[in-house]
């Protein structure tokens, strides 16, 4: 590894870093706050907006944050085709974004928890705009992670700062939603507006081939990402069809800090994404891997036993029964370590994106199929849902290291 080549991957792996601190880390401070202000039920009812208009960011996003940066980072010095590629994507994610507003307007009139909360839903909606306008999928091809950076702490600090002028009050709830939405619109606006400044991108309306192009290349990762989806998101959208808010509350409130913890790895298996794509540095990963690895299991192992305090901590008394979903997610990040690591940056660089690809929808299919059975016998409740977030992490893991081991990838570079 050259130097410069070393000093791009460090910076972006830095940049990154922050990216996801500002974006999953830095919003926990809200959340005490949040968790006080507004009661139990409102606090669920926010999150669980979220949890549903979820699906809709999966599929504006349509796999392009692993497909577009990969044809971005091969085409890295072919300006006209990145141009080309940035078009096409954005214009898919346009004709999604109507079709998730149609979709969104049938749950309104169809589901009655989401008609008696209409407006919230409406404004919770703006999330999809925002994430169609945040082309970090271009950035993070390009390795050039710095700018988006900047932006999203702008963003978040912007988000910050109107959360705790405005929200005094349970009625203010409505409001979270879109004070969130409005920080990735800023950072998208002006990060597309960097991208046509800083790197000569041009923007001019894509051909219908480009654009059915994208949707055929991505669809693999379409499906997986919307498989994903159904393991990691449905078991709050589940919860909050058939509990309470307040039981939506305790399970978000630990998930929260679940999230935020699980993603300190995902600076290095997002920047070393595109880099091992062109290099296949299989050495350099290994040792990433279990550094990182060993790490990981020193802080979840911390989480675990202090769950109790964590949570009183982060929500006050009201929440302390999270602490007990906290410590069941604490199993849950260790295979999804193992599964992050081994899936695109490893297996999908190295050309086996199918093994990855397939990995999800088995797993999703498998937790699926179990919720229903328990749905059935009527043993469906936050803690057989909370359980169940093991499952699909270990399959996945089970699946690729499996692919490894099979492909004799592990030693790529002997072979």
Known sequence: ??????????????????????????????????????????????????ACIVYFIIIIDYGFNWSATREIAVNKDNQNKISEIFNSVMGVKFILIGLCFIILNFMIILIPNCQNEFLLFYLTFFMVIGHALYPIW???????????????????????????????????????????SLGFIIAGILSIAIAIKRFNLKLQIPKLSNI?????????????????????????FILGLIATPMFVGYYVAAEKIFRAVDLLSWPLISAFYPYMAKTKNVKL??????LTYLTFIIIVLFIFIFAKTIVIIFYGNEMIEAYKILRIFCITMLFTQISGFMGYPFLGALGYSNIVNNSVPIAAFIQIMLLSILYILGKLNIW?????????????????????????LWNYKEN
């Open 285 to 290: 990963y290994k040792k990433v891997f279990y």
């Open 212 to 236: 059915k192009s994208q949707f055929k290349y991505s669809f693999g990762y379409f499906s997986a990402n919307i498989s994903n989806t159904a393991y990691t998101n449905t078991n709050a």
């Open 1 to 50: 590894m050259t130097n410069s080549t070393r000093n791009k991957l460090i910076e972006n792996s830095i940049s990154i870093a922050l990216t996801q601190i500002f974006t999953y880390v830095i919003p926990l401070i809200t959340l005490p706050y949040l968790s006080r202000i507004l009661d139990v039920k409102k606090f669920g009812l926010v999150f669980w907006a979220q």
């Open 138 to 180: 271009y950035f993070q091809g390009i390795e050039h992670m710095k700018y988006v950076t900047f932006l999203k702490i702008v963003s978040q600090i912007i988000f910050i700062i109107l959360i705790f002028l405005f929200i005094k009050s349970p009625n203010d709830y409505i409001y979270v939603a879109l004070f969130n």
């Open 384 to 408: 057989t849902i909370s359980y169940l977030t093991i499952l699909p992490y270990a399959i996945m893991s089970i699946i690729r290291i499996n692919g490894i081991i099979k492909n004799k």
